[in-house]
Nanobody, 125 residues
Framework: QVQLVESGGGLVQPGGSLRLSCTVSGFNNYYAITWFRQAPGEEREGVSC????????YYADSVKGRFTISRDNAKHTVYVQMDSLKPEDTAVYYCATGWGFWATRWDEGGLYDYWGQGTQVTVSS
């Protein structure tokens, strides 16, 4: 059974930092892990992606320079370090993976087969 488990969300003040974790189990043949987020009333947005085959990273323009994605292969875990957080970063964050990967379409949620349950990130003073 494939499972993706996110953790690390919470409440943080503007300008603060959080680190989210996504641990994958039951599935070894994935090419990438991608983080998405969805705020109330908003469309789902691709945030960041890491290709596990060559280490290439991808970021949405809205988070470039503030978020950093990384991995720990031994722990089957991908992290996203979120710095300089803004109120507009408030959302439920999900990680996702699947059987294929298309680098030019990394932020299309419909291409992913497996999703975590999500973790809430709230940026507020």
């Amino acid at each position: 059974q494939v499972q993706l488990v996110e953790s690390g969300g919470g409440l943080v003040q503007p300008g603060g930092s959080l680190r989210l974790s996504c641990t994958v189990s039951g599935f070894n043949n994935y090419y990438a892990i991608t983080w998405f987020r969805q705020a109330p009333g908003e469309e789902r947005e691709g945030v960041s992606c890491l290709s596990v085959t060559d280490g290439t990273t991808y970021y949405a323009d809205s988070v470039k320079g503030r978020f950093t994605i990384s991995r720990d292969n031994a722990k089957h875990t991908v992290y996203v370090q979120m710095d300089s957080l803004k109120p507009e970063d408030t959302a439920v964050y999900y990680c996702a993976t699947g059987w294929g990967f298309w680098a030019t379409r990394w932020d299309e949620g419909g291409l992913y087969d497996y999703w975590g349950q999500g973790t809430q990130v709230t940026v507020s003073s």
